[in-house]
C-alpha cells in the first residue's frame, strides 16, 4: 500500500501525458532511448528527462547490454490504479431542464475533437514524409563520413549532436555507449575538429544553434 506522499508523486507523473505514453510503450518490451523517441515522436533530450523521473521513483529500472551497447528500460512492476466513485450525489440539478444546453455543448466539444483529430492526421502524414526524408540523410551522411570516422560510435555521437548540443550523461543516455568508450570517441572526433566542448555540452563544430 503506498502512503499519500507516495500516491502524490505517482499521480503527479502519471499526470503527464508523454510519461503515460513511455509506461503503455514498456509495458510491451523494454526499449532504448532512441527507440522511445523514434516510435513516441518525442525529443531525445525530453524522453531522457522522463525516463531519469521515472527510475528515480523505482517505476522504471534499466539495464545494459553489452552487445550493442545499449541501455534498455523497462517497469519494474506492472501496476494498475483503480479509483472508486461511490454514491455520487450532485443536488439541486434538473438534469432533465440541462438536456438541451448538454447536448448543445457537447456537440461543440465534439465539432473541436474532430477538428483537432483532423490536424493531428495531416501532421501525422507530414511527419511520415519527414521521417522518410530523415532516414535518407542520415544514410548519405553515413557515406560521406565513412572516410573520416573510425566506428559506428562516433558516428552515432555526429548524428546525435546533429540534432541537440548535449552533455556527457545525454549522450551516455542516448547513445548507449559507456563513459570511457564515450570520451574516447569523443576525443578523437574532437581531434578531427568535428566536435568541439562548450561549458559542459558538446556540440559539431560550426553549429552555432541552441
Do not use: W
Not at 501496476?79 to 447536448?103: L, P, Y
Amino acid at each position: 500500500m503506498l502512503d499519500g506522499d507516495e500516491v502524490s508523486r505517482l499521480l503527479d507523473i502519471l499526470g503527464n501525458r508523454n510519461r503515460r505514453r513511455i509506461i503503455q510503450l514498456l509495458r510491451q518490451k523494454p526499449c532504448f532511448v532512441t527507440e522511445i523517441s523514434d516510435r513516441l515522436m518525442i525529443s531525445p533530450k525530453a524522453v531522457i528527462e522522463h525516463l531519469q523521473m521515472m527510475e528515480r521513483e523505482s517505476i522504471l529500472i534499466s539495464h545494459g547490454d553489452e552487445i550493442n551497447r545499449r541501455k534498455y528500460y523497462h517497469l519494474s512492476r506492472d501496476f494498475r490504479i483503480t479509483v472508486n466513485i461511490e454514491d455520487v450525489v450532485v443536488a439541486g440539478r434538473d438534469f432533465e431542464g440541462d438536456n438541451e444546453d448538454f447536448k448543445l455543448n457537447l456537440f461543440k466539444k465534439t465539432l473541436i475533437v474532430r477538428k483537432m483529430v483532423k490536424s493531428r492526421d495531416e501532421v501525422l502524414v507530414d511527419l511520415d514524409y519527414l521521417e522518410r526524408d530523415l532516414e535518407k540523410k542520415i544514410r548519405d551522411l553515413k557515406i560521406f563520413c565513412k572516410e573520416i570516422i573510425d566506428s559506428e560510435a562516433e558516428f552515432n555521437l555526429i548524428t546525435a549532436l546533429a540534432g541537440y548540443n548535449m552533455s556527457v550523461e545525454d549522450l551516455e543516455e542516448f547513445c548507449g555507449i559507456s563513459g570511457d568508450d564515450l570520451m574516447i570517441s569523443l576525443g578523437k572526433l574532437t581531434e578531427k575538429g568535428i566536435v568541439e566542448r562548450s561549458g559542459n555540452q558538446y556540440k559539431l563544430c560550426g553549429n552555432y544553434e541552441t
